[in-house]
């Protein structure tokens, strides 16, 4: 093979501070790549912060808010209370009547002022899951008694189905009672007539299904993403006449979360809806352990 013929001494010292040149060029681009990243980097840790201080200051706010409520709502509940059993002296059929909006509209504050404490806690971590061996016969009993005076003044039914071949759980049962609270209470108050039913089976070989299932106002299909997010409601004649924070099923889903299940609904405008909450026979002993 012929010799390729010598570059000259000039050509090759041009071609050599080419290739310095771009070399540098390129080595130039890249510091400045990597500043604009790391600047970048800054930028997002400095976002990340001012997030978390701004979620730190709203929980902060809503605890206190919710514990400076408490106490007034208290005393309101109390004297409504007092005057509701005429121990001051006998009332008239509307002043009774006039107690019993009082105590109402109070007990609905309270309620709300009970969701924002929740949600303040769960967002700053400090939600305490306890997880214990309890019987399902036990917790619809104590929800049963729960809702009988609520029950006695509508003409809608509540039924607890017994709870057959079930075992006993491992999990908190007073966080699961919150959530069928939740379920049971919205169900009695967009259902004016028929029955709401509460039931429990097995899902599979580890999980168990509870379901609340109502004759109520149905609910359209593309509201059902949404409802579990916070603050979110229903539009709907009643719910103008039923006041709430739109946190009840926003807070089921993350104690759902906590227990290691899950929520959802199926429901159909004019028909009625099921809420139900799917969570494990025996919690993961590191989910009760994060709580």
């Given amino acids: 093979m012929p010799d390729l013929p010598a570059m000259p001494d000039g050509a090759h010292a041009s071609h050599i501070a080419q290739l310095e040149s771009e070399a540098e060029a ?7 790549t990597n500043q604009g990243v790391l600047a970048l ?12 201080q701004a979620s730190d200051l709203k929980s902060r706010f809503l605890s206190y808010m919710s514990h400076e409520f408490r106490t007034p709502l208290g ?16 009332l008239s059929p509307e002043q009774h009547k006039q107690v019993a909006f009082v105590s109402g509209a109070a ?14 806690k769960i967002e700053a971590g400090r939600i305490t899951i306890s997880p214990a061996w309890f019987d399902m016969f036990d917790l619809f009993s104590a929800l049963r ?17 017994e709870p057959v071949g079930l075992p006993r759980l491992y999990g908190d049962d007073k966080k699961l009672a919150q959530i069928l609270r939740n379920f049971i209470s919205n169900s ?12 429990a089976r097995l899902e599979n070989d580890h999980e168990v299904r509870f379901a609340v299932s109502d004759t109520g106002i149905g609910i359209p299909a593309e509201l059902h993403d949404t409802l579990f997010e916070d603050f979110s409601q229903i539009d709907s004649p009643l719910q103008k006449r039923l006041r ?7 807070l089921c889903k993350r104690f759902a979360a906590l227990l290691g299940g899950r ?9 009625g809806s099921t809420f139900y909450v799917i969570i494990p026979l025996a919690m993961a002993q590191d989910t009760a352990d994060e709580g």
Avoid: C
């Fill in 107 to 120: 007990r609905e504050l309270s309620d709300m002022v009970d969701d924002l404490l929740d949600l303040a």
């Fill in 188 to 199: 009695l108050k967009f259902t004016q007539r028929g029955h709401v039913r509460v039931s």
């Fill in 244 to 250: 709430g924070t739109g946190l009840g099923l926003s």
């Fill in 26 to 32: 390129l080595r130039v681009e890249l510091e400045e």
């Fill in 145 to 161: 008694g729960m809702f009988r005076p609520i029950v006695d003044a509508t003409a809608v039914d509540l039924i607890f189905e």
């Fill in 41 to 52: 980097y800054a930028e997002l840790d400095n976002q990340a912060e001012q997030l978390r």
């Fill in 263 to 271: 929520v959802g609904v199926l429901s159909e405008p004019g028909v």
């Fill in 75 to 90: 005393s309101i509940l109390s004297i409504a209370s007092l005057l509701s059993d005429e121990l001051d002296g006998p």
